[in-house]
Protein backbone atom coordinates (compact mmCIF):
# COMPACT_ATOMS: atom_id res chain seq x y z
CA UNK A 1 0.00 0.00 0.00
CA UNK A 2 1.14 3.21 -1.33
CA UNK A 3 2.02 5.58 1.67
CA UNK A 4 0.19 8.70 -0.04
CA UNK A 5 -3.01 8.03 -1.84
CA UNK A 6 -4.13 10.64 -5.01
CA UNK A 7 -6.94 9.75 -7.38
CA UNK A 8 -5.29 10.63 -10.66
CA UNK A 9 -8.48 11.71 -12.44
CA UNK A 10 -8.93 13.73 -15.00
CA UNK A 11 -10.71 16.36 -13.12
CA UNK A 12 -13.01 18.63 -15.64
CA UNK A 13 -14.69 21.11 -14.40
CA UNK A 14 -15.94 24.82 -16.55
CA UNK A 15 -13.98 28.20 -16.39
CA UNK A 16 -15.18 29.43 -12.96
CA UNK A 17 -16.00 26.56 -11.19
CA UNK A 18 -14.16 25.64 -7.55
CA UNK A 19 -11.69 22.81 -8.04
CA UNK A 20 -11.03 20.68 -5.05
CA UNK A 21 -8.31 18.23 -4.78
CA UNK A 22 -7.03 15.64 -1.76
CA UNK A 23 -4.65 13.23 -0.72
CA UNK A 24 -4.77 10.48 1.85
CA UNK A 25 -2.04 9.40 4.06
CA UNK A 26 -0.79 6.60 6.48
CA UNK A 27 2.24 7.86 7.91
CA UNK A 28 1.15 9.98 11.09
CA UNK A 29 5.03 11.58 11.13
CA UNK A 30 4.49 13.79 7.95
CA UNK A 31 4.27 17.42 9.21
CA UNK A 32 5.23 19.54 5.60
CA UNK A 33 2.75 19.14 3.30
CA UNK A 34 3.04 20.43 -0.27
CA UNK A 35 1.27 20.98 -3.58
CA UNK A 36 3.09 20.96 -6.79
CA UNK A 37 1.70 22.33 -10.20
CA UNK A 38 2.87 20.25 -13.70
CA UNK A 39 2.30 21.02 -17.06
CA UNK A 40 2.32 18.97 -19.19
CA UNK A 41 5.83 18.24 -20.48
CA UNK A 42 7.21 20.35 -18.03
CA UNK A 43 9.01 20.18 -14.60
CA UNK A 44 6.71 20.36 -10.97
CA UNK A 45 6.53 23.94 -9.74
CA UNK A 46 5.93 24.12 -5.78
CA UNK A 47 2.80 25.73 -5.71
CA UNK A 48 1.50 25.51 -1.44
CA UNK A 49 3.71 24.87 1.04
CA UNK A 50 1.79 24.12 4.77
CA UNK A 51 3.50 23.09 8.11
CA UNK A 52 1.55 20.61 10.09
CA UNK A 53 -2.49 21.41 10.43
CA UNK A 54 -4.47 24.38 9.48
CA UNK A 55 -5.64 26.27 6.56
CA UNK A 56 -3.25 28.45 4.36
CA UNK A 57 -4.29 30.72 0.95
CA UNK A 58 -2.70 32.42 -1.56
CA UNK A 59 -4.77 34.03 -3.75
CA UNK A 60 -7.46 31.85 -5.48
CA UNK A 61 -5.21 28.68 -3.96
CA UNK A 62 -6.06 27.54 -0.30
CA UNK A 63 -4.67 24.62 0.94
CA UNK A 64 -5.73 22.65 4.09
CA UNK A 65 -4.33 19.93 6.17
CA UNK A 66 -6.56 17.95 8.92
CA UNK A 67 -3.79 15.59 10.37
CA UNK A 68 -6.08 14.28 12.77
CA UNK A 69 -7.78 12.15 9.42
CA UNK A 70 -4.51 11.92 7.86
CA UNK A 71 -6.17 13.91 4.36
CA UNK A 72 -5.05 17.57 3.11
CA UNK A 73 -6.87 19.33 0.19
CA UNK A 74 -6.18 21.82 -2.23
CA UNK A 75 -9.03 24.43 -3.43
CA UNK A 76 -8.88 26.68 -6.39
CA UNK A 77 -11.36 29.27 -6.71
CA UNK A 78 -12.53 31.29 -10.15
CA UNK A 79 -10.75 28.35 -12.06
CA UNK A 80 -9.06 29.09 -15.05
CA UNK A 81 -7.93 27.53 -18.40
CA UNK A 82 -4.59 28.12 -17.58
CA UNK A 83 -4.90 25.99 -14.28
CA UNK A 84 -5.27 22.99 -16.53
CA UNK A 85 -2.49 20.99 -15.00
CA UNK A 86 -1.40 17.90 -13.00
CA UNK A 87 -1.35 18.74 -9.25
CA UNK A 88 1.02 16.30 -6.96
CA UNK A 89 0.35 16.06 -3.06
CA UNK A 90 3.69 15.59 -1.15
CA UNK A 91 4.61 15.85 2.18
CA UNK A 92 7.59 14.86 4.22
CA UNK A 93 8.37 14.09 8.41
CA UNK A 94 11.15 16.68 8.14
CA UNK A 95 13.66 14.04 10.38
CA UNK A 96 16.12 12.42 7.66
CA UNK A 97 16.62 12.97 3.90
CA UNK A 98 15.27 11.43 0.80
CA UNK A 99 12.49 11.01 2.34
CA UNK A 100 9.41 12.99 0.29
CA UNK A 101 6.63 10.91 -0.59
CA UNK A 102 4.58 11.96 -3.09
CA UNK A 103 1.05 11.10 -4.56
CA UNK A 104 0.85 9.97 -8.15
CA UNK A 105 -0.99 13.31 -9.09
CA UNK A 106 -4.42 14.24 -10.18
CA UNK A 107 -5.23 15.88 -14.15
CA UNK A 108 -7.15 18.78 -13.86
CA UNK A 109 -8.74 20.08 -17.17
CA UNK A 110 -11.12 23.47 -16.86
CA UNK A 111 -12.94 23.86 -20.01
CA UNK A 112 -13.86 27.89 -21.34
CA UNK B 1 18.46 33.07 -13.47
CA UNK B 2 18.42 29.22 -15.23
CA UNK B 3 17.45 27.27 -11.97
CA UNK B 4 18.11 23.97 -12.51
CA UNK B 5 18.83 22.49 -16.40
CA UNK B 6 18.64 19.50 -17.46
CA UNK B 7 20.64 17.85 -20.88
CA UNK B 8 19.62 16.26 -23.06
CA UNK B 9 15.67 16.62 -23.10
CA UNK B 10 15.09 13.62 -24.81
CA UNK B 11 17.28 10.30 -25.57
CA UNK B 12 16.59 6.78 -27.24
CA UNK B 13 18.93 4.20 -26.32
CA UNK B 14 19.21 0.37 -26.80
CA UNK B 15 19.04 -2.23 -23.91
CA UNK B 16 22.59 -2.71 -22.85
CA UNK B 17 24.09 0.92 -23.86
CA UNK B 18 24.79 3.01 -21.09
CA UNK B 19 24.62 6.84 -20.89
CA UNK B 20 25.12 9.95 -18.72
CA UNK B 21 21.96 12.35 -17.90
CA UNK B 22 23.20 16.12 -16.86
CA UNK B 23 22.11 18.30 -14.33
CA UNK B 24 23.47 21.79 -13.24
CA UNK B 25 21.77 24.16 -10.72
CA UNK B 26 23.10 27.74 -10.22
CA UNK B 27 21.20 28.59 -6.89
CA UNK B 28 24.20 27.25 -4.80
CA UNK B 29 21.72 24.77 -3.74
CA UNK B 30 23.87 22.25 -1.16
CA UNK B 31 20.62 19.43 -1.80
CA UNK B 32 20.31 17.70 -5.04
CA UNK B 33 18.89 14.68 -6.32
CA UNK B 34 17.33 12.34 -9.15
CA UNK B 35 13.66 11.38 -9.68
CA UNK B 36 11.68 9.29 -11.56
CA UNK B 37 8.42 9.67 -12.93
CA UNK B 38 6.14 6.86 -14.48
CA UNK B 39 2.24 6.72 -15.39
CA UNK B 40 0.46 6.21 -12.28
CA UNK B 41 3.38 5.96 -9.89
CA UNK B 42 4.02 9.96 -9.27
CA UNK B 43 7.49 10.68 -8.60
CA UNK B 44 10.14 8.07 -7.02
CA UNK B 45 14.05 9.48 -5.51
CA UNK B 46 16.54 7.58 -7.20
CA UNK B 47 19.32 9.29 -5.77
CA UNK B 48 20.44 12.14 -3.55
CA UNK B 49 22.96 14.37 -2.73
CA UNK B 50 23.48 16.46 0.27
CA UNK B 51 26.41 18.17 -0.86
CA UNK B 52 29.52 17.92 -2.88
CA UNK B 53 31.07 14.47 -2.35
CA UNK B 54 28.36 13.27 -0.23
CA UNK B 55 25.69 10.99 -2.22
CA UNK B 56 22.96 8.37 -0.97
CA UNK B 57 20.39 5.75 -2.48
CA UNK B 58 16.86 6.88 -2.82
CA UNK B 59 13.52 4.24 -2.84
CA UNK B 60 15.32 3.07 -7.13
CA UNK B 61 18.61 3.05 -7.18
CA UNK B 62 19.49 0.01 -8.65
CA UNK B 63 20.80 0.57 -12.30
CA UNK B 64 21.78 3.93 -11.55
CA UNK B 65 25.24 5.37 -10.40
CA UNK B 66 25.61 9.12 -9.18
CA UNK B 67 28.52 11.30 -8.07
CA UNK B 68 28.67 14.98 -6.80
CA UNK B 69 32.59 16.96 -7.46
CA UNK B 70 31.14 20.27 -7.58
CA UNK B 71 27.98 22.05 -5.74
CA UNK B 72 26.56 22.72 -9.45
CA UNK B 73 26.43 19.05 -11.23
CA UNK B 74 25.26 16.08 -10.20
CA UNK B 75 25.20 13.52 -13.30
CA UNK B 76 22.96 10.55 -13.47
CA UNK B 77 24.94 7.58 -15.30
CA UNK B 78 22.70 4.51 -16.48
CA UNK B 79 24.96 1.69 -16.30
CA UNK B 80 22.79 -0.94 -18.64
CA UNK B 81 19.80 0.12 -19.90
CA UNK B 82 17.17 -1.59 -19.81
CA UNK B 83 13.35 -1.03 -20.79
CA UNK B 84 12.06 -0.57 -17.37
CA UNK B 85 14.32 1.97 -17.29
CA UNK B 86 11.76 3.72 -19.78
CA UNK B 87 10.94 7.19 -18.18
CA UNK B 88 11.22 11.11 -17.48
CA UNK B 89 13.89 11.13 -15.34
CA UNK B 90 13.88 15.09 -12.98
CA UNK B 91 16.35 16.66 -11.38
CA UNK B 92 15.28 18.66 -8.45
CA UNK B 93 17.46 20.86 -5.97
CA UNK B 94 16.92 22.77 -2.72
CA UNK B 95 18.61 24.65 -0.37
CA UNK B 96 19.17 22.63 2.83
CA UNK B 97 16.86 22.41 4.97
CA UNK B 98 14.43 21.77 2.20
CA UNK B 99 15.80 18.87 0.84
CA UNK B 100 14.12 17.37 4.17
CA UNK B 101 10.95 19.26 4.22
CA UNK B 102 10.39 19.24 0.28
CA UNK B 103 10.69 22.56 -1.12
CA UNK B 104 12.10 21.58 -4.20
CA UNK B 105 13.46 23.18 -7.46
CA UNK B 106 12.72 20.78 -10.65
CA UNK B 107 14.39 20.59 -13.87
CA UNK B 108 12.32 20.33 -17.01
CA UNK B 109 13.27 16.88 -17.50
CA UNK B 110 14.80 14.16 -19.79
CA UNK B 111 12.45 11.73 -21.62
CA UNK B 112 14.36 8.33 -21.86
CA UNK B 113 13.04 5.70 -24.13
CA UNK B 114 15.02 2.10 -23.39
CA UNK B 115 14.35 -0.17 -26.85
Known amino acids: QKEVEQDPGPLSVPEGAIVSLNCTYSNSAFQYFMWYRQYSRKGPELLMYTYSSGNKEDGRFTAQVDKSSKYISLFIRDSQPSDSATYLC????????????FGSGTQVVVTP | NAGVTQTPKFQVLKTGQSMTLQCAQDMNHEYMSWYRQDPGMGLRLIHY???????DQGEVPNGYNVSRSTTEDFPLRLLSAAPSQTSVYFC??????????????FGEGSRLTVL
Open chain 2, 49 to 55: SVGAGIT
Open chain 2, 92 to 105: ASSYSPGGRTGELF
Open chain 1, 90 to 101: AMSAGDSWGKLQ
